[in-house]
């Protein structure tokens, strides 16, 4: 563990090198939308898996994760307000899964709080899948439902109106999703259809408000919407070792993700 712990770490440290602190002031409603999307984008549930339960009776495995995500109109939001250009938003964490008789498998991926770039974040998504194919003997294929929730927090400091302010995001998802993979020995490709729903609040200390005039007055706003969800990739399996790589598609907005596992 503490071995994975470092490599965390290490991923992590080299993620911060890309992060760029956004700068949010005189957003409009469609802005805040635009914002949420593509932060519940990169922080919703990911485990670069198939359909197939770990094992037959029993199996675990745990690992690391890192997803891309990318992020065109938080770019233009933040570039309109003198900031950084933010193509791009990342997210790492320890992944981890079990699985148990009658086809059931839990899933983790768990980003401790960290301070990146001068932002303060953590995340935490949890799911559990059901490879129903398993119970009812279906051939060939195997066959999934997935139900995953997610909780994202992120605190930095930034100047809104020439007051120094401390800007809060709180995000969170949840989403249900069916999966399909077939095994071929080493590598196990899969696909996968849902729905996600997602619920945003942005705030600021203070004086300083970091909405337009015309939508709010306030401190505080929040926005929440859904989304059908795409999911499409492969898992190789190397015995102890699992290496995944995945394409999602939700909120109108791509995803890459790699995960790397030890496990039996």
């Known amino acids: 563990m503490k071995k994975l712990t470092l490599t965390l770490m290490t991923t992590i440290t080299f993620i911060s090198q890309a992060w760029a602190q956004p700068s949010f002031d005189n957003l409009t409603k469609e802005d805040l939308d635009n914002i949420s999307k593509e932060f519940s984008?990169?922080?919703?549930?990911?485990?670069?898996?198939?359909?197939?339960?770990?094992?037959?009776i029993f199996g675990f495995e745990v690992g690391i994760l890192v997803a891309a995500t990318q992020t065109p109109e938080i770019s233009k939001i933040s570039e309109r307000e003198g900031g950084d250009a933010i193509d791009s938003l990342y997210n790492a964490g320890i992944a981890g899964?079990?699985?148990?008789?009658?086809?059931?498998?839990?899933?983790?991926?768990?980003?401790?709080?960290?301070?990146?770039?001068?932002?303060?974040?953590?995340?935490?998504?949890?799911?559990?899948?059901w490879t129903f194919s398993k119970t009812f003997g279906i051939p060939i294929v195997d066959?999934?439902?997935?139900?995953?929730?997610?909780?994202?927090?992120?605190?930095?400091?930034?100047?809104?109106?020439?007051?120094?302010t401390n800007?809060?995001?709180?995000?969170?998802?949840?989403?249900?999703?069916?999966?399909?993979?077939?095994?071929?020995?080493?590598?196990e490709p899969f696909i996968g259809?849902?729905?996600?729903?997602?619920?945003?609040?942005?705030?600021?200390?203070?004086?300083?408000?970091?909405?337009?005039?015309?939508?709010?007055?306030?401190?505080k706003e929040s926005v929440?919407?859904?989304?059908?969800?795409?999911?499409?990739?492969?898992?190789?399996?190397?015995?102890?070792?699992?290496?995944?790589?995945?394409?999602?598609?939700?909120?109108?907005t791509s995803v890459i993700s790699v995960r790397l596992t030890f496990g039996f």
């Open 41 to 56: 984008a990169n922080f919703v549930h990911k485990s670069g898996s198939g359909a197939a339960p770990l094992g037959d």
């Open 193 to 219: 259809l849902g729905q996600v729903t997602r619920d945003t609040s942005l705030s600021a200390t203070g004086s300083a408000v970091l909405f337009n005039a015309d939508y709010s007055s306030s401190s």
């Open 143 to 164: 066959l999934a439902a997935k139900a995953h929730m997610s909780s994202t927090k992120i605190d930095y400091s930034d100047t809104v109106d020439g007051v120094d």
């Open 97 to 129: 899964a079990i699985s148990i008789p009658f086809g059931l498998t839990a899933e983790a991926l768990i980003l401790p709080e960290q301070t990146i770039s001068g932002m303060s974040i953590s995340n935490q998504s949890l799911a559990l899948k």
């Open 224 to 252: 929440s919407g859904s989304s059908g969800q795409f999911i499409a990739g492969a898992q190789l399996n190397l015995g102890l070792i699992g290496i995944a790589g995945q394409y999602e598609n939700v909120f109108d």
């Open 167 to 187: 800007v809060e995001l709180e995000n969170s998802t949840s989403g249900f999703t069916i999966l399909a993979s077939k095994n071929f020995f080493l590598i």
